[in-house]
Structure formats: C-alpha cells, structure tokens
C-alpha cells in the first residue's frame, strides 16, 4: 500500500465506525428441558401409526399448513375470507409497511443527502448606506451539487439506531405472523363452537318433541283419571325445561353466527362448501411437541420478544455513543457569478466545506440518564422474552395434558350416554306397563338429555383443545406444509 493509499484505507475504516452496543447473548430459557409427565400426558396412538397422519405428525406444527390441519371444506372457506377480510390482520400488515419504512429512513442516515441547489439575489443599496454617495444594486448567482449536515458515524450511533429500527421492524412482522395465528385458531374455534350449538339445538329440539309426546299422552290419561295431577305436572316439567334450552341455543347459535362475521371481517357467505359433523373434523391429533427450546424458533410471539430485546442492546449502543463528539460534515461545490450570463463562463467555479464538531461538556445528567434508561428497558424486555417463553411453555402442557385426557372422557361419555339410554328405555317401558311410576321415567329421562349434553360439550372442548395446542405450537400461519429449512419471512437487507 502507498503513502498515498494509506490516509483514503484510514478515512474508510473511521467513516465505518464502531458499535458500542453490548455483545448480543440470548437469554437461557427460564423453563424445564422438557414437559411435564405423569397420567395426564399421553401419547396418542396415532402418532405410531406408519400411515399418512404419522408422515405429517412428523413435520414440526408451525410447518403444518392450516389447510392440512384443518380438513373441513368449510372451515378452510371462513379461514381464507378472514383472511383476506379481517380487519385486525389488515392493521397488523399495515404496521409492518410503516415500520419497514421508518427502517428505511433511518438507515438512510448512513448515506449523505446529495442536493442540487441554484440561487439568485439581487440587492440594492441606498447611496446614503455606501461611500460612493450613490444607490448600488448588486446580484449573485450560484448554482451547486453538495450535502449539508452529514454526521460521520465515528462511534456507531447511527448503525446502532439503524440496528434498532431493523430489529423493531423484524418483531412487528412476526407480530403480524402472530395476530394470524391468533384469527386461524380464532375463526376455528367460533366456527366449531357455531357446530356444537347446532347440536345442542337439534338434539333439544328432538327431546323436546319426544317430551311433548310423553307429555300429550299423560295428558290424555289424565283425562280419563288414569294418573293423577302431580304425574301430569312432573310430565310437563322436562318440556318447560326443553322450551327454554331450544330459546337459550337459539340465541347461541345466532350469536356465533355474529361471531363468526366479525371475524371474517364480511357476511358469511351462502354458498360455503359442505361442512362434517362436530364428530367428523378429523383434526391432526398426533402434532409433535417437540423440546420447549423448539420454541424459541417456531412461535413468532417469542421471535418478536427476541426482537424487541436485540432493538433495546442496539439503543443501548446509541445512548452510549452520545458520550463521544458528533462530526459532521457540509459541502458544495459549483459556480457563482454577479451576472446569470457568466454563470457557466470558465473561472467562475466556487466551492465550500465546513466540518463542524460537538462535543458534550455538559447536559445535566441527561446522556446519563438515558442510558441508564436505556439499560433498564434492556432488562424490561429480557423479562417480557422470559415470560414468553414461560407462557409458550404453559401453554403446550395445557394442551398436551387435554389431549391425553380428554380422548378418555368422551369414551366414559359415551358409555354414559348408552347406559342412560338403555335405562330411559327400560324405565318408560316399566311406566307404561303400570310397573313403575312416572318419576322415575323423569329421573331417567333427564338423566339422558344431560349425558347427551355433556357429550356434545365434551367433543367440542377435545376440538377446541386441538386447536390451542396447535396454536400454541406455532402452527397457522403457513396455508400448506412447507419444505424442511424453508423459511417464509421476509426482511429488508442489512447493511
């Protein structure tokens, strides 16, 4: 290298600068290596199987497409209009287009602003103002290329700045990922709830014509003294009963309806596809768990956390960069003339440059408090990247401690309502022979209509529990499976 070569490499290597942001190391995870155990979690028997289900349990959750997870035609319909229509995920792609412009504001701060700039002025003077006795009008033309104000980054606050605003940008777009996330399970959630109110409204329709039938015949035997009143009155209690059910799933379904449009952001439409039953969903029961570090990696709310704590180390690079002197630099360079004729003539080229340096003597504490602040909201964001991870981890057990549970309830439930339908059958037929009284038809019958409700509620919270723990893996935000190692964010170049 050449003496020459030498002070332009130094001037190169200053203008790049130096970060004064703490080194960047990631939190330990403040959860236990791996789920809890015990007779609450189980393994489903699906995930042993070698067939298609086995092939997908083996792709992580959050690479699980909501259209592979979710096999309802219908479902996959109100899925992609709210989508496309939800109000909330709109918001969330709009933030993502504001941070990645402020992104690109600030990181413009590392280039000069280069502006082409012409002036004219003309100026008289009163004969009284000068020593010639008499009035004198001057004019000045220039017109130039240059830049004003430009800071040379000695010390890294405007990368650090940069860095932040980078990092802010990468956690609103996994904010977003989240927020769709969140509307898929959502949207799922409402749409099965709608399908077992719609159950619950059949079957008390159903009860209530069969105890309108009971009831009408008691009626007839009352007539003719066969019973007394308090049989009459017992028969007529479980119709009352039903009558306000059959208002009250009115009402519900009715209100998931509301639900449902809200979240798709537009009416339902007419023409969705058939839908299955409550029992016929299909879901994935066999979504791998994985270790809670996987985490870290699957779940864009704790992305985002990461994100947000990288942004507060940058901040605290440009707090402490604040401590040191800002250079800044002004140039131009063109032509001047007292006429716009010799404005281009040869000779009449000008040019300015003037560095200017601040150093801080005194502020008041304030370079110091700030980044004492600085450093304080660093530590507010690792305890927010923490309890993330906390409440991912709470959440997979949750989920993980319904789905070994709860494929064990709806079998008791089931048995329960086949053993209840058995006894109804055998105590109306004892009433009807004159074995038995009325009441304990009633006792058998409501016996049957509740296990029959249970039942129904039982395979709706297996359902809904799915799709939490679905959720709580990072799954939703992919349309179809993805490739293993692909990656679907997207980002703005660093530099």
């Excluded at 306000?244 to 998931?256: E, G, K, W």
Aim: with cysteine; hydrophobic share 40%.
């Amino acid at each position: 290298m050449t003496f020459k070569a030498l002070p332009i490499a130094l001037a190169a290597t200053l203008m790049a600068g130096c970060s004064l942001a703490p080194h960047y190391e990631r939190p330990e995870a403040p959860v236990s290596a791996a789920y809890p155990t015990g007779p609450a979690y189980k393994t489903p028997a699906a995930a042993n199987e070698n067939g298609a289900a086995g092939q997908r349990a083996a792709t992580p959750a959050a690479d699980i497409g909501w259209r592979e997870f979710f096999a309802d035609p219908r479902l996959q319909k109100l899925i992609e209009i709210a989508l496309a229509n939800n109000r909330d995920l709109r918001i969330s792609a709009l933030n993502i287009e504001a941070a990645r412009a402020q992104y690109q504001i600030q990181r413009s701060a590392l280039l000069p602003s280069i502006g082409a700039a012409g002036q004219g002025t003309i100026q008289r003077t009163p004969g009284d103002l000068n020593t010639t006795g008499h009035p004198i009008i001057s004019r000045q033309y220039s017109l130039g290329v240059g830049f004003s104000s430009y800071e040379i980054d000695f010390f890294g606050r405007i990368q650090s700045l940069k860095d932040q605003a980078l990092e802010n940008y990468l956690a609103i777009e996994d904010t977003r990922k989240s927020a769709q996330i969140t509307l898929v399970a959502e949207v799922a959630s409402a749409y099965l709830t709608w399908l077992s109110d719609q159950e619950l409204l059949r079957l008390t329709q159903d009860t209530l014509k069969s105890q309108q039938s009971s009831y009408d015949l008691s009626k007839r035997s009352f007539d003719v003294g066969a019973i007394s009143g308090l049989d009459l009155r017992q028969a007529q209690t479980p119709v009352d009963t039903a009558r306000a059910n059959l208002a009250q799933y009115t009402r519900q379904v009715a209100q998931d309806e509301n639900a449902l449009t809200l979240l798709l952001g537009a009416p339902i439409p007419a023409d969705l596809p058939q839908g299955r039953s409550l029992d016929d969903q299909g879901l994935l029961t066999d979504l791998p768990a994985g270790l809670p570090s996987d985490l870290l990696l699957r779940r864009p709310d704790i992305s985002a956390a990461e994100h947000q704590l990288k942004a507060a180390n940058a901040n605290i690079g440009a707090a402490r960069a604040a401590f040191f002197p800002r250079i800044s630099l002004t140039a131009s360079a063109g032509s001047a003339s007292a006429s716009l004729g010799n404005l281009f003539k040869g000779g009449q080229g000008a040019w300015s440059f003037a560095p200017s340096i601040t150093l801080p003597i005194f502020a008041g504490g304030s370079l110091i408090a700030g980044l004492d602040l600085a450093q304080v909201q660093k530590r507010i964001e690792i305890a927010t990247y923490e309890k993330a991870i906390q409440s991912a981890f709470r959440d997979v057990s949750d989920g993980l401690a319904a789905r070994g549970t709860l494929d064990d309830q709806i079998a008791a439930q089931e048995s329960l309502v086949k053993a209840s339908e058995d006894s109804y059958r055998l105590s109306d037929l004892r009433y009807r022979n004159g074995v038995d009284s009325f009441l304990n038809a009633l006792v058998s019958q409501r016996a049957l209509y509740g296990a029959q409700q249970v039942l129904i509620t039982t395979r709706l919270a297996r359902l809904t529990n799915l799709v939490t723990l679905y959720k709580a893996l990072g799954g939703g935000w992919q349309e179809t499976a993805v490739p293993a190692n692909a990656d679907g964010a997207s980002a703005p170049a660093a530099s």
